[in-house]
């Protein structure tokens, strides 16, 4: 029997990496030829590309030939013409031939885990910029499109496809490597072990899971977007295709609709995975060998059929969490607060919005609940596999790893304005309320409405979350410059959602709560405070109702922050400190603000250019800083000012400040102005050795807020080259008069000693003006300059300046416009100056005269 393939297939033209392979058996090699002949003639003749002519017969084509037919048109076509024949195919191929081309097309849609290819670069991909492209990859990854049918189509027939470990999350991976299992049910069961050991770890993932994986790590394995790309990021499609998922598996009205079938008979479902039901511990707690755990807690797959309703609902929240927030465990974070410590995962701008509406959809998701099922009795009731997921998803599997998050983004963000998006994900998370749907809008006046009692359960579940963040922020504020309009409206945010009426009561007492003594209450004094242990499926019991609201909080702070944690109250003394320090700052800014605005004002619009030709005084001691606020112009002061204002009188709300408080704060600072009102000196105290700076006067001066008034007290030829000066033309200028000096120094000191008008008129030009009422600076006060003496020198340096030159070339250019040569232009010059140098010397003179 002759087997006809490959030379053969050779003449037909098709790209050699096709790797077309011909696998009909014939007895003659004859029938062999004549039947490709027949078939070649005839498919060209019909089809344009391989690929149609394998939509033609899918079931007489190897997956191989599907695959890299797909591939040579994904080089070949038009995008829209792709994506049409990847929906034909998906429609008409059997999902045998699919699973083959599954994890190629799911790369190439989202990217390669290592961030070197972009796939279809969702991120970048915007409505208004390229909106023909934007619609068809919207249609083609929605929720009810196309790659949806195909996963469907997939997962009917229980495929899995290989994920490797050492893509996930740090924490997950190095448990993972050291044979322990994670906390998340979402790895139990699917690791694979290689023969090799431990190297080379894969997940054996089902579609669904397989192809959310990718979506979600597309996010942080991409490579980040540059900063001369502006990109709005709720704008783009990876932004959008987030908030449709939400949308879709986790609805906040009616249940989750059910996976469509490519199939013309309807709908039909397909089969949850097959995982058990597995206990698992948080991080701290004991952990047993991966392997050990593998064998020993293998159970029963879950029947309940109502599993099918939200197994996908599960793992996308499942895998979005761990995927965007599973970045630190709690070890990791207590090694993260040491100042030496390198950061093991940044998140990006980009990446805090994603989660944020993440957060924002949860509580919406979890707030609509119905009141009856919201209720503590509720849990002993039969209800919905949904309802029990809505009252669980957010305390049982986003808190801690949320928590972690925030913790690092507080201490590791830099200090500039980009840390709105993680002050703004943070405010999300804490008011619920704001997503609920019983919401009431907000009145015509600007008074906030108060927050409800039945939001204390929250606030004293998620305790640290006020209160530990809040410090922390305090912390990043008073090392901020608040003159900065942005970071002004930080502080206000804050300030104004703390400020809510009834919050801070409720926080205070979820404080009262955790710091009530154990030994109050005896029967609570052998409880050991651990994480509480979930179970793989959120399906499973409830655990029973803790009546004790104290109990509650303690295990709260507890999980969070391990057994040996060390709280610092928000209504403490430390952290009022902070807010005293803070108010401080914010008066100071204030001030600050204005008297930019003022210099500002004062200035001529082309002070900066007369100032580089020396026609201005160059005020190289200049007080304050560029910042935003000389960009913005006085509107930014009036923004700057009323943020200000507002956090103070919000601060003051909070934490109860007095108004006798506030005002020494004013009264402070103005004692440290000079008589100008505007120059500052920085905030000191007297030592011995003089003033001594304070942490308040270090952050004035590294901030640009004030400064101590230096001016030169050297030899004036000395001083630096300055930038309106001509350095070359100054050193040889200061070479020529060093020499004249050196050579005539006697008979110019004869000259001045005389007691004539020659006498002074070279006094006048031979020394230097104001050197008897020189003063030298000192940090404690003024004292008068030792008894320093120069003799008469003539001093050159003026005719090195941009000004000088610029004076006398527009001099010449005047002259010649009046028929005036150069040489009698020179003449007049210097006799004008002679005139004008006699007016001086005998006003000098009459006013040495009146000197007492």
């Known amino acids: 029997m002759a087997d006809c393939r490959g030379p053969l297939l050779g003449d037909l033209g098709l790209p050699d990496r096709l790797h077309w392979s011909c696998s009909l058996r014939w007895q003659h090699p004859a029938q062999c030829q004549a039947y490709i002949g027949r078939s070649w003639f005839a498919k060209k003749a019909i089809f344009n590309s391989p690929l149609e002519a394998a939509m033609a017969f899918p079931h007489l084509q190897q997956p191989s030939f599907l695959l890299a037919s797909l591939k040579a048109d994904s080089i070949n076509k038009p995008f829209a013409q792709q994506c049409q024949d990847l929906v034909k195919v998906i429609e008409d191929f059997p999902a045998k031939e699919l699973h083959t081309i599954f994890p190629w097309l799911v790369e190439s849609i989202f990217g390669s885990l290592d961030g070197v290819l972009v796939g279809w670069n969702l991120r970048c991909l915007q409505g208004r910029v390229n909106p023909v492209e934007y619609s068809i990859v919207m249609e083609f990854l929605d929720p009810g499109g196309p790659m949806m049918k195909l996963v469907y189509k997939l997962q009917a027939e229980d495929y899995k496809f290989d994920f490797p470990v050492s893509y996930l999350p740090g924490p997950v991976k190095a448990s993972i490597q050291e044979c322990i299992l994670p906390d998340s049910p979402l790895y139990h069961n699917k690791v694979q072990f290689t023969p090799a050991g431990g190297l080379g770890l894969n997940l054996a993932l089902n579609p669904f899971e397989y192809y959310i994986f990718f979506f979600a790590l597309s996010l942080i394995t991409q490579k980040p977007l540059p900063v001369s790309l502006h990109v709005r990021t709720s704008d783009c499609a990876y932004f959008i295709l987030v908030d449709r998922y939400l949308s879709w598996f986790l609805p906040t009205e009616g249940s989750v609709p059910p996976p469509l079938s490519s199939s013309p008979g309807g709908t039909s479902p397909s089969p949850p995975p097959r995982t058990p039901a597995i206990p698992f511990a948080s991080y701290g707690l004991h952990h047993t060998s991966l392997l050990k755990r593998h064998i020993s807690h293998q159970t029963s797959v879950n029947a309940d059929p109502a599993s099918h309703e939200i197994w996908r609902s599960e793992t996308l929240l499942q895998v979005f969490v761990e995927m965007w927030l599973h970045h630190y465990s709690l070890e990791m974070y207590q090694k993260m607060q040491s100042p030496h410590a390198k950061e093991s995962f940044t998140p990006t701008e980009e990446h805090v919005l994603v989660v944020r509406l993440l957060l924002k959809h949860l509580h919406a998701f979890a707030n609509s609940l119905k009141p009856e099922q919201a209720s503590p009795s509720a849990h002993s009731h039969a209800t919905s596999p949904l309802e029990e997921f809505k009252r669980a998803a957010v305390p049982r599997f986003v808190q801690q790893k949320l928590y972690l998050f925030l913790q690092h983004c507080f201490g590791h963000w830099p200090l500039d304005a980009s840390f709105r998006a993680v002050l703004e994900m943070w405010l999300s998370y804490l008011q619920p309320w704001r997503y609920a749907p019983d919401k009431q809008a907000p009145g015509s006046d600007s008074q906030p409405r108060c927050v409800s009692e039945k939001w204390a359960p929250f606030v004293q579940e998620n305790l640290l979350m006020y209160t530990k963040l809040f410090v922390g922020f305090l912390n990043r504020a008073l090392r901020t410059d608040l003159v900065s309009p942005k970071h002004a409206l930080m502080v206000f945010r804050v300030a104004k959602v703390f400020a809510q009426p009834n919050l801070a009561e409720m926080i205070q007492k979820g404080e009262q709560l955790f710091l009530e003594p154990e030994l109050v209450i005896p029967h609570r004094q052998h409880r050991l405070f651990t994480a509480p242990t979930f179970t793989g499926s959120f399906l499973s019991p409830w655990p029973p109702a803790v009546t004790d609201a104290s109990f509650k909080v303690k295990s709260h702070v507890y999980s969070l922050e391990g057994q040996d944690c060390k709280y610092t109250p928000m209504f403490g003394p430390e952290a009022r400190t902070l807010v005293l320090r803070l108010a401080q700052l914010i008066t100071q800014a204030k001030h600050t603000a204005k008297s930019i605005s003022d210099q500002c004002a004062e200035s001529p619009a082309g002070h900066s250019f007369l100032s580089w030709l020396g026609f201005s005084s160059m005020d190289t001691n200049g007080s304050y800083t560029a910042n935003d606020l000389d960009e913005m112009g006085q509107d930014s002061v009036r923004k700057t000012d009323e943020y200000l204002e507002k956090a103070l009188e919000y601060l003051r709300q909070i934490f109860r400040l007095s108004e006798a408080q506030l005002r020494q704060f004013t009264l402070a600072l103005g004692t440290t102005q000079d008589e100008n009102g505007k120059k500052q000196l920085p905030d000191c105290i007297v030592g011995e050795d003089g003033l001594i700076l304070t942490p308040l006067g270090r952050y004035q ?152």
């Open 701 to 852: 001066i590294i901030n640009g807020l004030r400064r101590f008034e230096i001016e030169y007290q050297g030899d004036p030829e000395l001083q630096p080259i300055r930038s309106y000066e001509i350095a070359s033309l100054v050193r040889t200028l200061f070479r020529l008069s060093s020499a004249i000096n050196h050579r005539f120094a006697g008979q110019m000191a004869a000259l001045c000693s005389r007691d004539d008008f020659l006498g002074s008129f070279c006094r006048y030009h031979l020394t230097e003006p104001g050197l008897a009422s020189r003063h030298l600076l000192s940090p404690v006060g003024r004292r008068q300059v030792a008894g320093h003496t120069r003799g008469p020198r003539l001093s050159l340096r003026f005719l090195g300046s941009y000004r000088t030159l610029v004076s006398l070339l527009l001099a010449f250019f005047v002259a010649s416009l009046f028929c005036v040569g150069p040489l009698p232009c020179t003449l007049l010059l210097t006799l004008g100056y002679v005139l004008y140098a006699s007016a001086m010397t005998l006003l000098t003179e009459r006013g040495k005269l009146h000197q007492p």
